[in-house]
């Protein structure tokens, strides 16, 4: 075996086939860090002069001239085959510290222990234990959650092979109300062309100033859209509604229950039934009601939420949204994902994924309502095996001991 550079050609071939393919190892990635000051560089390991493991490494100058690398959900290798990892380990070691690095990082896209949708260790399931016991051995530290780049902890739902009508139908029951009532109100999905990103962007400002988290700048948004539209990788959806379409639905639709209520006429054997009419007629002008107030407000076409996804083969992900407070109470944001999840099962991805939940399954926990609205669509926790350090050189410990002083 030998390791060497190898041509992006090459690392984009070797990729395709690997299991562990995710859109943080690509070329585009590579570019879009480029322009953050970052380099590239594709490194691989070839045995009889086939190509058995690779990386896409970026490195960016840190402290006393020294390199920082890192490798987005790397190394692309079969880390059950402890020697390839060894040998891919001591190879990269030299290189980064020939490259005058003083450490570099990885966070596998494999599982830890596979769990069910509530998070729980599931009995004979998959365990790669053995394999974060191997990367300590070799001298990796185990960067900690909270310090970690990536998620860790995702939320995922298999569609290999499935039926819309089947991915529906096993949906719990509460969701798939949701979805219908979206559909009833008349919200419909739209997908952005790069001049519109604006409006994904003041969607994603007005979240994150509510939640108190920052966020990408819009030209993040347009590199990426600029970087992955044309392989159709990436979409940006936004749920919009028509009031004046919805205030008339909705009036039909008291007009029926009127209608169905004096065909019942004072008969005392539909009186349950009347009564339920009534309740419903009540709901509708209430929702009506509101309708025209926010139109009278906002106007007769509103933007209710936003998300960002990534389609690359195996799997859709959904990687950010946001929402407007106001509208919050539309529920769009399953009307959303019921949209793409369709998109997923008719163009032949096996995965569709939620992406990250914290890991904290307590009620009490300030972000449990992410998670319980992605168990809505019945699926599994799936928890990686983290992202860890590699030193190489003494500035990496000269580094951390200064970090900890100024603390």
Known sequence: MYFSNISKEEFKEFSDHSSMKTFMQTEEVAMLREKNG?????????????????AMLLSKRRHFGRYE??????????????????????????????????????????????????GNILENG???????????????KCIPKEKREQVSWMYVLDIDGKSEDEVFKNMKQNTRNIIRKTLKHGIEIQELSK????????????????????????????????????KGEIKYLVAKLDLDKQIKVLSEEVDCCLKEKEK???????????????????GLLKTIKMAEEIRKRDGNIITLSGSQFMLVQPEVIYLSSGNYEEYLFYNSQYLI??????????????????????????PNDKDYGIYKFKTGFNGYCEELIGEYVMPVSFHYYLLDFLMRFKK
């Open 38 to 54: 970052w380099k590239s560089h594709f490194v691989g390991v070839k045995k009889d002069d086939i190509l058995v493991a690779a």
């Open 69 to 118: 690398f890192y490798s987005p959900r790397g190394f692309l290798l079969d880390y059950n085959d402890f020697l390839l990892l060894d040998f891919f380990t001591q190879e990269m070691k030299k290189y980064v510290k020939k490259n005058k690095g003083y450490m570099f990082r990885i966070d596998p896209y494999i599982i830890n222990v596979e769990r069910d949708g509530n």
């Open 126 to 140: 998959i365990d790669h234990s053995a394999i974060k016991k191997h990367l300590f051995q070799l001298g990796y």
């Open 195 to 230: 001049s519109e990103l604006k409006e994904f962007y003041k969607i994603m400002e007005d979240t994150g100033k509510r939640k108190g988290f920052a966020i990408r700048n819009l030209q993040y948004y347009e590199n990426m859209y600029d970087a992955f539209y044309d």
């Open 264 to 282: 019942l006429g004072g008969n005392k054997h539909h009186e349950g039934k009347i009564k339920s009419l009534d309740e419903q007629v009540q």
């Open 337 to 362: 994902q019921w949209e793409m999840i369709k998109y997923a099962v008719k163009n032949g991805f096996k995965r569709y994924n939620f992406y990250g939940i914290t890991g904290n399954f307590d």
